[in-house]
């Protein structure tokens, strides 16, 4: 299933093929990703904790939600996508930036990721799916920058990079 695949790129975001996602996160093959940040309007930001069942990272917090793109997808309409699988809604998305990183998770599987972070404004209701997210809550940047600080080990590694690295940024949404 085409689902089940990963778009593998260059560091200039070049396509360069297709692979399976579990192979491609078995050899730290570098691909593309996204990772959306879900605002309210006292600007808090959703986060969620992946269910415990997860491939890799389970049971961590992290930002609203995340995946990867399909093939021939947009990455706001893969975030669109995916926030409406994950988390129950779906809003308008810009994106703010983009970053690579290549780090180790559990299971033996490395995160090479080209992540595009996108941004959005909602207060409405959740619906999350308990196959992908266990919990959910809104906190403010501060909190979730002083308790990432604290306690690291219970956040996902893509979301302490773009926590340290996009900080002042998302401070503006």
């Known amino acids: 299933m085409i689902d089940d695949f990963v778009i593998l790129v260059n560091k200039n975001d070049k396509k360069i093929g297709l692979m399976p996602k579990m ?3 078995k050899k730290g093959a570098l691909h593309r990703a996204f990772s959306v940040f879900i605002f309210n309007n006292k600007n808090e930001l959703m986060i969620q904790k992946r269910n415990i069942n997860k491939y890799h990272s389970p049971g961590l917090w992290t930002n609203t ?3 990867h793109q399909k093939d021939g997808e947009s990455n706001i309409n ?3 996508r995916r926030l409406l699988e994950e ?3 779906c809003v308008e998305l810009n994106e703010i930036g ?3 990183y290549n780090v180790g998770v559990d299971n033996g599987l490395i995160e090479h990721e080209l992540d595009y972070i996108l941004v959005g404004k909602y207060n409405g209701n959740v619906k999350i799916n308990s196959d ?3 919990n959910w809550k809104w906190m403010s940047l501060d909190n979730i920058k002083d308790d990432v ?3 690291s080990k219970n956040y996902t590694e893509w979301f302490k990079i773009i926590m340290d690295n996009y900080y ?4 503006k949404i």
């Open 132 to 134: 992908e997210v266990d």
């Open 168 to 171: 002042t940024q998302l401070k």
């Open 23 to 25: 192979e491609a996160h």
């Open 98 to 100: 983009s970053f690579i």
């Open 65 to 67: 939600c995340c995946s």
């Open 87 to 89: 988390m129950g809604f």
């Open 149 to 151: 600080r604290k306690r």
């Open 78 to 80: 893969a975030g669109k």
